[in-house]
């Protein structure tokens, strides 16, 4: 069961408390976790968090993560066998990696490698297309200064180019299918949703098409994307 000092159990009960519990919402940051639970064969559990202040800024859900963001997890069998709270999508990454052995390279310069692209992506990718979505799809739009819109415009072109070359001869960032792959390609599926393809010349970027491509073919791709279920 779990400690006393995680009370976000007592919005979001679990009814396996044996295994990881997934506070998500399937957002390109959320689907990195549900994903990377499928790839590895973890046993968890998945709670629908929604973006609604309700939800995100609830006393529960701060309790675990005070940031007010998607994902979290709570390891009852966390490292020395203590449970653990864990927030950030790109440390709940590493910390899977780690706890399965899987997806984070064979050597340590892998390692290395794999972490530099998955700190790519939430350094660069994942902050630089969230503006993007909001300046070119979202309430942004309606700004009549073009200058916020084609600057992030601008900005995604150029992380864009820097992936196109990167993904040069090879089906996966960092070598071997890896977190980083997990971490980056949801955000590139996200510029279908935000209708952001044709400005950003996505069709001439044929490195990134086939890599999502082969993404999407994962079964456990397929299935993490829709974890936890919206309706």
């Given amino acids: 069961m779990f400690p006393d000092d995680f009370p976000i159990a007592t919005r979001w009960p679990a009814k396996n408390p044996?295994?990881?519990q997934l506070y998500s919402y399937p957002t390109p940051n959320g689907v990195k976790a549900s994903i990377m639970l499928e790839e590895t064969g973890l046993e968890y559990e998945p709670h629908l968090v929604t973006l609604a202040d309700a939800d995100v800024k609830s006393p529960e859900f701060l309790s675990l993560n005070p940031n007010n963001k998607i994902p979290a997890i709570i390891d009852p069998n966390?490292?020395?066998g203590a449970p653990l709270g864990l927030f950030e999508s790109g440390a709940i990454l590493i910390y899977l990696a780690d706890k399965s052995g899987k997806f984070i390279g064979q050597s340590?310069?892998?390692r290395a490698k794999v972490i530099q692209w998955l700190m790519f992506q939430m350094g660069g990718v994942g902050p630089m297309l969230g503006q993007l979505g909001f300046f070119y799809k979202f309430a942004g739009s309606e700004i009549e200064d073009p200058r916020p819109r084609d600057r992030y415009i601008n900005e995604a072109k150029r992380l864009l180019a820097v992936l196109e070359g990167a993904m040069a001869g090879q089906d996966w960032i960092a070598g071997d299918y890896?977190?980083?792959d997990i971490a980056l390609v949801p955000w590139l599926k996200a510029l279908d949703f935000y209708g952001a393809k044709e400005v950003l010349g996505w069709d001439d970027h044929k490195n990134l098409?086939?890599?999502?491509d082969r993404f999407n073919?994962?079964?456990a791709v397929e299935r993490g994307s829709k974890i936890p279920a919206t309706s």
């Fill in 209 to 212: 098409v086939a890599w999502v």
């Fill in 18 to 20: 044996g295994v990881i």
């Fill in 178 to 180: 890896s977190i980083a």
């Fill in 217 to 219: 073919a994962r079964p």
């Fill in 108 to 110: 340590a310069s892998d």
């Fill in 78 to 80: 966390g490292p020395d």
